[in-house]
């Protein structure tokens, strides 16, 4: 018999239990704040049609270069989605006559064949959050005070960026960019960030975009200053840019909402559908460098889909798994197990599994030893577990009508009767 050589894709990684408790606790925080904004779920499934994802207003070329693209048996050309927005917009496009604004957050794996490094995966967790149905900067303001929120609530300290694709579009032909050189453009740019200037300058003129051109794009941005500083230099260079009234707009909104942002002239992002504002977020104090939340407007993926025009839409992506990177970075929390409580049978195993079943129809979180184990062996792996109580349940307790609760952390023992055993748990036990 050959051995199996056991290993995980490229790109993939397991989740012990303990990691995967952290992480559900980071998708139970975002999704408190999803609804307290009034943002319900919906779930698509995990992959779709090829057409749809490679749609002229989906994704763009870029990504499709990514995706993990199969045939199902009856020969139809499938793959797994690689984003949670273009799934999102189908089902729009496929329930026309949903009551809008249609407000919805969605939690789910999405799928890219990238290049792998660190906190980069090719399965990955995001968390979207979108508004469908309105035009103004209204919806953008509250779904990046919603953003800001977020990181907030999970103890983060974070540099929001925005800019507008309107604004970049106008200041680009500005500076001698022909229309239909726009998008290949803003795909060098978007990689400012992380190769920086040289390697945009060189794309640039690799696709063949003129010296005066590529000169004029770099000094575009290189605008330094506050944001007012930055939106009066450009209002000089553009007499008339609805991008630029859009991002005065979404300014001013985020600062009555008290949501610091930075107006960044660069910033473009990747995919193609996007039509105005777009959001990137930053940990500040973190080893995870790229950003772990983006996002913006794109106003012409549901229309296209219903063969009409712009249809309004925009919203944010939040990257769990980047996001779990930075959260066990600054705060380990060692948790390894959801039990709460451990219950030990002395002689007592039927008596013990009518506690466990009542301590559970209290909301208590128990485990109990299905093996007969003696009690020093089923200490030490409540121990190795971090189970916060061991409950020892004994003939002489029962016949007092009282169970004995030990407390891992401080050694200490107590006799409880049943009900001060619910009240005590209920206090103590998160």
Request: charged share 30%; net charge positive.
């Given at each position: 018999?050959?051995?199996?050589?056991?290993?995980?894709p490229?790109?993939?990684r397991d989740?012990?239990?303990?990691?995967?408790?952290v992480?559900?606790?980071?998708?139970?925080t975002l999704k408190n704040v999803f609804e307290?904004?009034?943002y319900?779920?919906?779930?698509?499934p995990?992959?779709?049609?090829?057409d749809?994802?490679?749609s002229?207003?989906?994704g763009?070329?870029?990504?499709?270069?990514?995706?993990?693209?199969f045939?199902?048996q009856g020969?139809r050309?499938?793959?797994?989605?690689y984003?949670?927005?273009v799934?999102?917009?189908?089902?729009v496009g496929?329930?026309?006559n949903i009551?809008?604004?249609?407000k919805?957050?969605?939690i789910?794996?999405v799928f890219r064949?990238?290049?792998?490094?660190?906190?980069?995966y090719?399965?990955?967790?995001q968390?979207d959050?979108?508004?469908v149905?309105?035009t103004?900067?209204?919806?953008?303001?509250e779904i990046?005070?919603l953003?800001?929120?977020?990181?907030?609530k999970?103890?983060?300290?974070v540099l929001?960026?925005v800019?507008n694709?309107?604004l970049?579009?106008?200041?680009?032909l500005n500076?001698?960019?022909?229309?239909?050189?726009?998008?290949?453009v803003?795909?060098?740019i978007?990689k400012?960030?992380?190769?920086g200037l040289?390697t945009v300058k060189?794309?640039?003129k690799?696709?063949?975009?003129?010296n005066?051109a590529v000169?004029?794009?770099?000094k575009?941005?290189?605008?330094k200053?506050?944001?007012?500083d930055?939106?009066?230099?450009?209002?000089?260079?553009?007499?008339?840019s609805e991008g630029v009234?859009?991002?005065i707009?979404?300014i001013?909104?985020?600062?009555?909402?008290?949501?610091?942002a930075?107006?960044d002239?660069s910033?473009?992002?990747?995919?193609t559908?996007?039509?105005g504002?777009?959001?990137e977020?930053?940990?500040?104090n973190?080893k995870v460098?790229?950003?772990v939340c983006a996002g913006?407007?794109?106003?012409k993926?549901?229309g296209s889909f219903?063969?009409?025009g712009?249809?309004?839409?925009?919203?944010?992506?939040?990257?769990?798994?980047?996001?779990y990177?930075?959260?066990v970075?600054?705060?380990?929390?060692?948790?390894k197990?959801?039990?709460?409580?451990?219950?030990?049978?002395?002689n007592?195993?039927?008596?013990?599994?009518k506690?466990?079943e009542?301590?559970?129809?209290?909301?208590?979180?128990v485990?109990i030893?299905?093996?007969?184990?003696?009690?020093?062996?089923?200490?030490?792996?409540?121990?190795?577990?971090?189970?916060?109580?061991?409950?020892?349940?004994?003939?002489?307790?029962?016949?007092?009508?009282?169970?004995?609760?030990k407390?891992m952390?401080?050694?200490?023992e107590k006799?409880?009767?049943?009900e001060d055993l619910?009240?005590?748990l209920?206090k103590n036990?998160?």
């Open positions: 018999m050959i051995k199996m050589t056991l290993q995980l490229k790109g993939t989740l012990r239990p303990e990691e995967a408790i992480k559900n606790k980071i998708v139970a307290m904004y009034g319900n779920p919906l779930e698509t995990a992959f779709e049609r090829y749809i994802l490679a002229k207003y989906a763009g070329a870029e990504i499709l270069k990514e995706t993990f693209k045939e199902d020969k050309e499938l793959c797994l989605r984003d949670l927005t799934p999102m917009c189908r089902f496929m329930n026309p009551k809008l604004p249609f919805r957050y969605a789910g794996e064949d990238g290049p792998v490094e660190k906190a980069r090719r399965q990955f967790t968390c959050v979108d508004i149905g309105i103004g900067m209204t919806a953008d303001a990046i005070t953003t800001s929120r977020a990181f907030k999970l103890g983060f300290d929001i960026k800019n694709r309107k970049l579009n106008d200041l680009l500076s001698g960019v022909k229309k239909g050189k726009l998008e290949t803003l795909l060098s978007d400012l960030e992380k190769f040289e060189k794309e640039l690799q696709k063949k975009i003129d005066k000169n004029n794009i770099i575009i941005i290189n605008i200053g506050t944001n007012n930055k939106i009066n230099k450009i209002k000089k260079l553009l007499k008339d009234d859009e991002v707009e979404l001013s909104l985020l600062k009555i909402l008290n949501v610091n930075e107006f002239i910033l473009a992002r990747g995919l559908y996007y039509t504002t777009v959001t977020v930053y940990l500040k973190s460098k790229t950003s913006g407007r794109y106003d993926i549901i219903l063969g009409r712009d249809y309004p839409a925009v919203g944010i992506s939040f990257g769990l798994d980047r996001i990177d930075a959260y970075e600054k705060s380990e929390t060692g948790q197990t959801v039990t709460r409580v451990y219950i030990i049978p002395i007592t195993f039927k008596e013990s599994l506690i466990a009542e301590l559970r129809n209290e909301n208590v979180n485990d030893d299905l093996t007969g184990k003696g009690p020093s062996k089923n200490l030490q792996y409540a121990n190795s577990l971090g189970i916060p109580y061991v409950l020892f349940v004994g003939k002489e307790e029962l016949k007092q009508g009282k169970v004995k609760l407390d952390n401080s050694g200490k006799l409880m009767s049943a619910v009240v005590f209920q036990v998160d």
